[in-house]
């Protein structure tokens, strides 16, 4: 069983993008409120406000003392007791960054990922009901029932789709070069970020869809599918039911495989001589 802490280092340990604690120390002059932090991306922090005379330490209370933008790296002072900073007053935040991406963002990509990677697939667990028939319950493959080899590969597809995040960052970037003779080779981050993701054998996507073969698992994986048989009488399809065990007693569950040439369709409003039912 997988679970979303786990899979969420997984994703960080695959593309660096580990937490980074801080420490800021700010001196009063009865100027300023808003003090940017040295990092972007907060996670969480601890304030508090120490005097040298008579030493004191007080610490503050969020949305009370102070409001914090996280994503900007910024925190303002708005009890009136430190807003501003007066002199001799010393504003400590401690606290950590989390990097690139937070974890409701990571948690976006594992929904995705698994959802991509589930896809079509059920666990199917046999029970004996109230009445002593035998039932199976198909269930939907989530991270909760995940088998645990699968886990890395979750995280493995996470991870790409964070990386495509990062290239589409980087494709606006730019070469420079100036008169001088200087040239900035900006765009070789979106080649470097291009080349670990790689493509069907290479790359990051190379070793998913490699390991994903093996288990037979992902959008990519081998499936037996049953031929629709059209009647020769009525020109209808025959109705196809799933495939059941010998002693599952539950009721047949009817398939609606999509079915294509949708694009031959007759628009013309001419109606068909055709008697629904019966045959045409």
Known sequence: MADTAGVIRRIRNEIGDFESPFLDTFLGADELSSYDLSETGVTEVTAKVST???????????????????????????????????HGQTLIVRGAAQGLFSDADLETYIGDAVEQHAYGRSVTTRFRDAHGFIRYDHEPISLENLPSVEEPLVAYLAAINCLWTLATDAATDIDISTAEGTFVPRTQRYRQLMQHIGDATTGLQGRYNTLAQQLNVGLGRIEMFTARRVSRTTNRLVPVFVEREYDD???????????????YDDESGVPSPAYPGLWG
């Open 52 to 86: 040298a005379s008579p030493p004191t330490a007080v610490d503050l209370v969020a949305d009370t003392d102070y409001v914090l933008d996280t994503r900007e790296g910024r925190i303002v002072l708005i009890n009136p007791a430190f807003s501003p900073l007066h």
């Open 249 to 263: 007693s539950s009721k047949p569950r009817r398939l609606l495989p999509p079915i294509d040439g949708q694009e």
